[in-house]
């Protein structure tokens, strides 16, 4: 027992080190598609039901529950059709491919260790950030949001055989670095020297923990419990450019030495501290619901539009009136409950196929105040529909002697309503916009598979 | 059996994933979608000035040019929506002749060419012919279409009131009265013109009122110029009224207390410099804008109007020498600027926000058009201020017309530019684009420009 509570104890305290070891943690496009079709049709409900390779994405600590190796791979297509005063914005599309391993737990002592991987790769590019101006009107849940890849790690280790314990780290890039300039007249003096510069660009990982907590009272009972802590990427590219002393065809320097600093930088890649209670039922080996509550942290939101100063000194200083730094306006985002209710019920079960029905519901509440000032971040309280459908081929094993376990196929198809916004401005005509009218859908469906080894 | 049914599953599941992914991969391949296409158009600027000729600065106004040759000087258009088409009447100011005289034709918008997004032409340029005829000048002409007639409002003279006109086909006029409105109000200072007209919807009524014309006229026009506002059941007979609740006949005597509804306040535009005590505001144009929401009055008007004269400069002033005399020296010469207001009920209006504004953050909108280059920039500029300008260079914005075109996501702008100290030639010529020809000297008459989404 006392081995247990020390074992216990550096597991809490290795995911506890991670919690506060990493200054972002995890989101991503997953947040708002979800991972792998079973979950995704049961409307991403699976914090205490997830014990395949959607548990790296919506529970580590479900990892450790499977007893083979799984390994799924799949695809998913996600359309937003969302319009601003009844025009289509053009948004962009996400999708891409999904793919998951997660290795059968090893035996420790008494304890089991699990691990694995997860990845998604957007099929249109590695990441995209998108910087636009404050003040146009944009959805902020959809589109560049939406635009990176994700790699996921998770480990977890089942204490007893009623409690796991789990992790997860993602990673990401950040960019780092700038342009730095030297100008030059061109006058006698400088014949043969050249205006010159060097850019430098760094790019450092960014690492974003997960931990996970699944309690099973008895057979039937699920009980979990996920964090997320809050992702976001940091873009700073300032820009120093020298200019050298400027003579203007006098024989004496008439400006001096001038510098001109351009600090920009933009926060990117928002995705809220979560924290998700769930629970799972599976009721006579056909029936399983899982109920989830995510409290999201969009509070912690940041202006995600570009900033920056410029700073003339020496020579040129007396000739450019310093440039109006003017703060932008703080996007006043705030914290939402989203409850999500799925379901899966065996349909068909014969000795070689077995089918199943998945249908979920999930409501985000819009973390975004009404834009009725300067800035015009726009979301919807959303309705989220999702339907699907699992196909398990059993007893393959027998056949292809590679394969430890049924191949499984899950298809998904999610309606994401957005309930439609009106809002009159303060102020009409203190930006190009006006009153805005806002609202739409987005249409995601994708598949995977799944295989046994 | 089992195993090639097993392998069949596997082909099919691997074989529709493959060919989802590619078409991820390569669908729109070279489009990237950004989120801002079909961004709302709601008419405020900056509206985008045309000119002439692609790659050449500052020889606008593209639509109709003032020769140099001529003494004429077009301004004060007025566009209005007829039945789908859009025509436009003018003022054709013959300055040598003292005349002036009324034109109208339509406008044409197409997808445009080279620099431009949208292209404009007119045609069926045709003269408009009033009975009686008048003994004064007839200007800054308004027309609204009411029951299949076409009605006008212009001013009658240099600003000694507001006349009125019917016609059948907006060619051949007959006054009604050439003193629907008379300066009347204390801060009219004797001087009323550039009517703005509209025969509003039921729902744009003031409350618990029956007058559907409503005006906004300026006033004041040699002093602290402002915009005033009446309202009528038939477009004859106007009462003045003002955001107060005052209300005052348009015409004859008055107590004078009604107070005009848009003054100058904003210090980088309306003012010639922050040291100016007056300001100007005037040639208003309001259009009734339907937001995604609500009904809005939209109000153009034109800023540091030309118009401050001292008794002493009135007579023998040498306006180029005045304009090239260092910053504050004169006051004839100004830079004008058009700005936009917004109004739910016409009578207490909200500027479309200015950099000098206490607490405004960012934007910039009004003025929403002026020069296309700061053509200078006074060097004593105080503390806080931004653009204040010197305007030793004239290339005045005035005198705005403006129409939306809802199923195009369009706000087209006429205006009145007047060019480089006003003899009407281009502040850059000649230019070095060779597709301009040397006999090309305008830049003064009506310009176009619009802002919105441009497909058509």
């Known amino acids: ?453 | 059996m089992h195993s090639k049914g097993c392998g069949c599953f596997l082909s099919a599941v691997c074989l529709f994933a493959l060919v989802a992914s590619s078409c991820g991969y390569l669908g729109e391949k070279g489009k990237e979608p950004r989120g801002d296409v079909n961004q709302p158009v709601s008419g405020v600027g900056k509206f985008e000035k045309q000119d002439f000729y692609c790659g050449t600065q500052l020889v606008q106004p593209f639509l109709i040019e003032d020769k140099r040759s001529s003494s004429v000087i077009s301004g004060e258009p007025w566009l209005l929506n007829d039945e789908g088409a859009i025509r436009v009447w003018w003022v054709a100011r013959d300055i040598a002749a003292g005349t002036n005289t009324v034109l109208t034709a339509e406008i044409a918008l197409s997808a445009g060419t080279e620099c431009r997004s949208v292209d404009a032409a007119l045609k069926n340029i045709r003269e408009v012919r009033f009975v009686p005829s008048p003994s004064y000048l007839i200007d800054a002409p308004t027309v609204v279409k009411k029951d299949g007639h076409y009605l006008m409002w212009f001013s009658k003279g240099t600003w000694q009131g507001i006349g009125h006109a019917v016609s059948d086909d907006g060619l051949d006029w007959e006054i009604l009265s050439e003193n629907v409105l008379e300066p009347n109000q204390t801060w009219e200072n004797g001087s009323v013109g550039s009517p703005s007209v509209l025969w509003v919807d039921p729902g744009l009524v003031r409350a618990g009122g029956v007058f559907r014309f409503r005006m906004w006229y300026e006033g004041n026009v040699f002093g602290r110029r402002a915009i005033g506002h009446a309202e009528s059941t038939d477009g004859l007979e106007w009462i003045k009224t003002d955001a107060s609740g005052a209300r005052e006949p348009a015409r004859g005597p008055a107590p004078g207390s009604v107070r005009p509804v848009l003054e100058a306040t904003q210090n980088n535009w309306e003012f010639w410099n922050p040291g100016d005590p007056w300001g100007r505001v005037g040639q208003p144009c309001v259009i009734v804008h339907q937001s995604p929401t609500r009904p809005l009055f939209y109000m153009y008007y034109t800023g540091n109007i030309y118009g401050r004269i001292e008794p002493d400069a009135i007579a023998g002033v040498n306006l180029v020498l005045d304009c090239f005399a260092p910053c504050r020296g004169r006051d004839a010469c100004m830079d004008a600027s058009i700005g936009l207001a917004s109004s739910e009920d016409g009578l207490t209006w909200d500027k479309a926000a200015s950099f000098s504004e206490p607490n405004v953050i960012a934007n910039e909108i009004n003025p929403i058009m002026n020069e296309k280059f700061p053509v200078s920039l006074d060097p004593r500029k105080p503390e806080g201020s931004i653009n204040v300008f010197c305007p030793n260079f004239i290339v005045d914005e005035a005198e705005p017309a403006v129409l939306e075109v809802v199923e195009n996501q369009l706000f087209i702008m006429l205006f009145h530019q007047v060019d480089f100290m006003n003899l009407m030639e281009g502040a850059s010529l000649p230019p070095e684009d060779p597709a301009v020809p040397s006999t090309f000297t305008g830049a003064s008459g009506i310009g176009f420009s619009y802002v919105g989404n441009t497909s058509f």
């Open chain 1, 1 to 453: 027992m006392r081995r247990i509570v020390c074992f216990g104890i550096v597991v809490c305290a290795g995911i506890g080190g991670l919690l506060a070891g990493f200054e972002d943690a995890d989101a991503n496009p997953l947040d708002t598609f979800g991972f792998g079709s079973r979950w995704v049709a049961m409307g991403g409900a699976a914090t205490a039901l997830a014990d395949d390779t959607g548990a790296i994405y919506y529970n580590p600590a479900g990892v450790v529950q499977a007893d083979r190796v799984h390994f799924t791979i799949g695809y998913f297509y996600a359309d937003p059709s969302l319009k601003i005063n009844n025009y289509n914005i053009g948004e962009d599309r996400t999708s891409g491919t999904i793919a998951g391993v997660i290795t059968p737990p090893m035996k420790f002592s008494r304890f089991k260790f699990g691990g694995g991987a997860a990845i998604y790769i957007p099929d249109k590019r590695v990441a995209r950030s998108l910087a636009i101006p404050y003040d146009q009107p944009t959805f902020v849940a959809y589109g560049a949001r939406n635009q990176r890849m994700v790699a996921q790690f998770p480990f977890a280790f089942e204490i007893f055989p009623w409690l796991s314990v789990g992790g997860a780290i993602s990673m990401f890039v950040k960019t780092g670095g700038g342009p730095n300039f030297l100008l030059r007249e061109n006058r006698p003096g400088n014949e043969g020297l050249w205006s010159e510069g060097s850019i430098s660009a760094t790019q450092k990982g960014a690492f974003f923990p997960t931990a996970g907590l699944l309690v099973h009272p008895n057979k039937w009972l699920h009980i979990g419990f996920c964090y997320k802590a809050k992702n976001e990427i940091l873009y700073k590219v300032p820009l120093k450019v020298t200019i050298e002393p400027l003579y203007v065809g006098a024989k004496i320097p008439l400006i001096g030495e001038s510098y001109i600093d351009m600090d920009q930088h933009v926060y990117t890649f928002f995705a809220p501290e979560q924290f998700t209670f769930g629970v799972g039922l599976r009721l006579g080996g056909r029936t399983a619901i899982g109920a989830d509550l995510t409290l999201a942290r969009w509070s912690g939101f940041r202006q995600p539009a570009p900033e920056g100063a410029t700073v003339y000194s020496g020579g040129i200083a007396a000739f450019i009136p310093p440039n109006p730094n003017y703060p932008l306006p703080p996007p006043d985002f705030s914290d939402i409950v989203i409850p999500a209710l799925g379901v899966e019920y065996r349909a068909f079960s014969s000795s070689s196929w077995e089918v199943f029905v998945r249908a979920g519901y999930r409501f985000r509440p819009s973390p975004a105040p009404e834009p009725t000032g300067w800035n015009n971040f726009l979301d919807n309280d959303t309705h989220i529909f999702s339907f699907g459908l699992g196909v398990a081929m059993l007893r393959v094993e027998e056949r292809l002697r590679v394969l430890r376990g049924p191949i499984v196929a899950d298809v998904h198809f999610q309606y994401f309503l957005l309930e439609e916004n009106e809002t009159d401005k303060v102020h009409p005509v203190w930006d190009a916009y006006g009153d805005l009218r806002y609202g739409g859908r987005v249409v995601n469906s994708g598949l995977t598979l799944t295989l046994c080894f």
